[in-house]
């Protein structure tokens, strides 16, 4: 968390309404159809209009928010970017305009139940598991590539200068994480952001191919210690860190093993923010030379970790404006909890939630 600059008195760049007084950086999981959750979470914070944003970080779901995001506040504002990201969930609901195929691995995308438990669904779901998208998917169809050329127009998003977007995808080669800005971004990088490899076949970008950013960071952090002025980080958590359950069944042990995959990177950085803070605190490093991070989080609690347990899911529009207005309710909740905090001390204590 070197090369700290400066404070300049000049106000903060971003995505500012008439109301926005304080200034963060949001970091969005991504967590299939509960992304429908922190959709909820940024309709409110729009709506509210007390937050300016300075940059968006966000992998898989998190990252097409973001982009939703700032390609609507483009079009139209704070109420133009909550009119888009409606747009996109509505799009891709299996309410939507999907075909058949489509509709059959958008719903497998999302970890959703079929809603009959049909003989034919549960056959396509245990042979997917056994056979690879470059069998099952030859075409690599994907219903998000459609729902993304539909709703965003990328020249407008690479041009946009009043927030930065950060984008996270795991290179499959190196299995390191590749960070896209908002200068570079197209479909393809999106998707790769998004690329579950049971599903599709590796997005390639610049000839090397990309899986899903939640592997190696969900979402990745350490650009907005970098390339952010703002000291606040708002993290939009969506995967739950601890379970106090044993799974069993097939399906379980598969959903608990893909959420402590996709948090281990956080976790990670999230305990280097919270070393870096108390060895500034304690004087042993230069708040000029170290960014001392303000940590703050929303997230769902008991009510969305029951969704992901739950043994029936849906993608329907019902049950994305079921998680829509639980994020609404979460984002509501915490800033009235904490919105005084916000430029003066962190919120959420790292060593209690993730040590």
Known sequence: MTGRAEKTRSPVPGLRGPRGEKTVSLALQGGGAHGAFTWGVLDYLLEDGRLALEAITGASAGSMNAVVLVEGWLEGGPDGARGQLRKFWKRVSLDGRLSPIQRTLFDRLLGAWSGDGSTAHLWLDAWSRMA????????????????????????????????????????????????????????????????????????????????????????????????????????????????????????????????????ANLLQELRAVDFVARLVDEGKLSPRDYKRVLMHRIHGGPSLDDFTAASRLSAKWEFFKELKDLGRAAARTWLADHYEAIGHTGTLDLRSAYS
């Open 132 to 263: 690879s998208p470059y069998d099952l998917n030859p075409l690599d169809i994907n219903p998000l590539r459609d729902a993304l050329n539909e709703l965003i127009d990328f020249e407008r998003v690479r041009a946009c200068t009043e927030a930065r977007l950060f984008i996270a995808a795991t290179n499959v080669w190196s299995g390191k994480i590749r960070v896209f800005r908002g200068s570079e971004l197209t479909v393809d990088h999106v998707l790769a952001s998004a690329c579950l490899p049971m599903l599709f076949k590796a997005v390639e970008i610049d000839g090397e191919p990309y899986w899903d950013g939640g592997y190696s960071g969900n979402p990745a952090l350490f650009p907005l210690f970098y390339e952010t002025e703002t000291d606040d980080i708002l993290l939009v958590q969506i995967n739950p860190i601890e379970r106090r359950s044993t799974p069993r069944t097939a399906r379980e042990i598969q959903n608990r093993l893909t959420e402590i995959t996709f948090n």
